[in-house]
């Protein structure tokens, strides 16, 4: 039997549960009354290399070579500023503050030009020096099966980070992590059929050029530079006849993660706007419990 509740009023439950009246505020209540921690100038011992925010989910609009040529996602924010041995900490409100400002004027646009701006800007408000963003956020495209040609949705997980320091300017980079399929060339070449196959993960650090115009879509190109040297291309929609060609295609051209960083470390020496890159493939094995990994790094010659 469903015991009867004489609920009382809203206010009285509330002290039921612990809540008590406002206590007497003696404090100011004016921003220009309250005391300011955060600019209180006197030795603090150290300089602070990067102080600010990380986790902070936003909206951002996405431009790209591929289709669909503009998308809206959810991006993760870094952003953090220097402040030196004299200074107690930063305005960790000028951040949030920044990041709707950018929001109210149309919405944050995801391009290099635009985060040398916000970065400029961003040092300019916490009254330092430098500032540097970082912007973190799944990237989608079309992707056709082979055979088919049915259209799924595919993504990368892509980020981007810009620094400015007054007096220098800025340095800017960015990654992306590509799912690939690879195939075993040793399994291929002991067995008497058949090879083992895996999923794989190529993710490729870059430092652009200092000349970078974004003419080309750094995401594209990085995109192209692991999938046209896996084994085969992952994708969203298969029907009988494309799996056909996949796994064929696969067995045409198997891969260690040796072979794979190698050659997109080739892709990524010939494109103009990188400056430096390191690359990592990692294998989810399917005859192992642990994975496989091979990294390089390397920077062109100024």
């Not at 102080?51 to 991006?75: C, F, M, R």
Request: aromatic share 8%; proline share 4%.
């Amino acid at each position: 039997m469903t015991r009867k509740i004489n609920l009382p009023p809203k206010k009285e439950r509330h002290r039921l549960f612990g809540s008590v009246e406002p206590g007497v505020k003696l404090k100011p209540t004016e921003k220009e009354q309250m005391p300011d921690l955060q600019n209180t100038k006197k030795d603090f011992l150290f300089t602070i290399d990067a102080v600010g925010i990380s986790n902070v989910k936003h909206p951002i609009i996405i431009h790209s070579d591929l289709l669909p040529k503009e998308q809206t996602t959810i991006a993760t924010f870094k952003m953090t500023s220097k402040i030196s041995y004299d200074s107690k900490g930063t305005n960790m409100s000028r951040f949030t503050e920044q990041l709707e400002q950018y929001r109210q004027n149309g919405g944050f646009v995801l391009t290099l030009s635009n985060l040398y701006d916000f970065t400029k800007e961003l040092a300019e408000r916490l009254k330092q020096k430098d500032a540097s963003i970082e912007v973190t956020f799944p990237w989608f495209y079309e992707r056709k099966g082979p055979s088919s040609e049915l259209v799924g949705l595919n993504h990368a997980e892509a980020s981007i980070s810009v620094t400015y320091q007054d007096g220098v300017g800025f340095t800017s980079s960015a990654s992306l992590t590509s799912a690939i399929t690879t195939l075993c060339p040793c399994s291929k070449e002991i067995s008497e059929y058949s090879a083992h196959n895996q999923r794989g993960f190529v993710t490729m650090n870059v430092e652009f050029t200092e000349g970078y115009d974004e003419k080309t879509d750094w995401k594209a190109a990085l995109l192209e530079a692991a999938e046209s040297n896996a084994s085969a291309m992952i994708h969203p929609v298969l029907k009988r006849t494309d799996e056909k060609v996949v796994t064929e295609t696969a067995y045409e051209n198997p891969r260690f993660v040796e072979d794979m960083v190698r050659l997109v470390a080739a892709d990524l020496y010939e494109l103009d706007f990188v400056q430096a890159f390191t690359v990592e493939c990692r294998n989810e094995e399917s005859i192992h419990l642990h994975d496989a990994i091979a990294s390089l790094s390397y920077r062109k010659e100024d």
